[in-house]
């Protein structure tokens, strides 16, 4: 049996309210090429790993189920999370592209992997291909936002301003992403990581395309949406920025090129967190933000005269 080209790797924890649609919407993929899931259950207390369990058993030419234990779970932050999951999953991907899809989120666009498939075929300069999603916040239901909305070249400084672009949007070379970072365990935004590791290891270019192909879900439960749910949950969020930035200046992005974006992404954050501290009538932790940014503001000043 040859190998599949793509493997797509959907990560599933407690979602069985959204793991059939996000399955389902993988299986109508129209490819001239095969593809496999390679989908792996974090012992899920809601019926998510019956469900996987179904489906892998209907398509067990195509799903690969993986049933991990919580006693394997990584902790960040003091929280729970499926890195274990998602690195044991990436290492079991045999395509020569990897796809992304959490078990919330869903594609809507029948064509989406071999568009993805055919661009990074016809361009070899790009590690990594994109595209639009339709972002759906549980608290803002009604408003459907468009994200990044746009079509564009984007390049590893525009990811550390902001990573704009949707989990269950991003294909990528496997043979771009360096496996075996132990501090890859640890680090916070996993996907953010996988975006960078990948744009390092080639021409540093991804290419976002126009189409619209995929819904990213932000509900309570997820934890994208439960960190944004109010000002100390936001402060605790961006200190999460701060760490993941200072990790990877050190094991990843050391490079001089790199270095000036990157204090620029910690002044701006300590800036926000500044913001968010004076609303929270915190003063003394404002004014530890505040030492902070005017400290990376030398430094940047310093080195970059």
């Given at each position: ?136 916040d ?6 459907k ?13 525009d ?15 496997k ?28 021409n ?11 819904v ?7 934890i ?17 920025h ?20 990157i204090?620029?992404?910690l ?18 932790m ?20």
């Open positions: 049996m040859s190998l599949p080209v793509v493997s797509i790797v959907v990560t599933t924890y407690n979602h069985q309210d959204y793991i059939k649609q996000c399955l389902d919407s993988i299986l109508m993929q129209k490819t001239n090429f095969a593809y496999e899931i390679i989908l792996g259950e974090d012992e899920s207390s809601d019926g998510t790993r019956e469900t996987c369990q179904d489906y892998a058993n209907r398509f067990p030419d195509i799903i690969k189920l993986f049933l991990r234990s919580r006693k394997d779970v990584i902790y960040i932050n003091d929280r729970p999370t499926g890195r274990y999951n998602f690195i044991e999953s990436l290492k079991s991907a045999k395509g020569k592209y990897i796809a992304l899809c959490e078990g919330d989120d869903y594609w809507t666009d029948p064509d989406k992997l071999q568009k993805q498939v055919d661009f990074l075929e016809q361009h070899k300069q790009y590690g990594l291909c994109s595209h639009n999603a339709e972002e759906i549980f608290k803002k239901p009604e408003e936002i468009i994200i990044p909305n746009t079509n564009l070249d984007l390049k590893i400084e990811f550390i301003r902001a990573n704009r672009l949707a989990t269950c949007s991003i294909m990528f070379r043979d771009s992403f360096k496996f075996g970072l132990s501090w890859f365990e640890k680090i916070p935004f996993g996907d953010l990581c996988v975006i960078l590791n990948v744009l390092k290891n080639t540093q270019k991804a290419k976002v395309l126009n189409d619209t192909m995929a990213y879900r932000i509900h309570s439960s997820g994208h949406g439960s960190l944004k749910s109010n000002n100390t949950k936001l402060i605790k969020a961006y200190l999460q701060i760490k993941f930035f200072k990790i990877i200046k050190k094991e990843l992005l050391f490079e001089q090129i790199f270095q000036k974006p204090y620029n992404k002044i701006k954050t300590y800036s926000i967190l500044m913001s968010l501290s004076l609303k929270e009538k915190k003063k003394i404002y004014f530890k933000f505040r030492f902070l940014e005017v400290y990376f503001k030398i430094i940047k000043k310093i080195k970059y005269v």
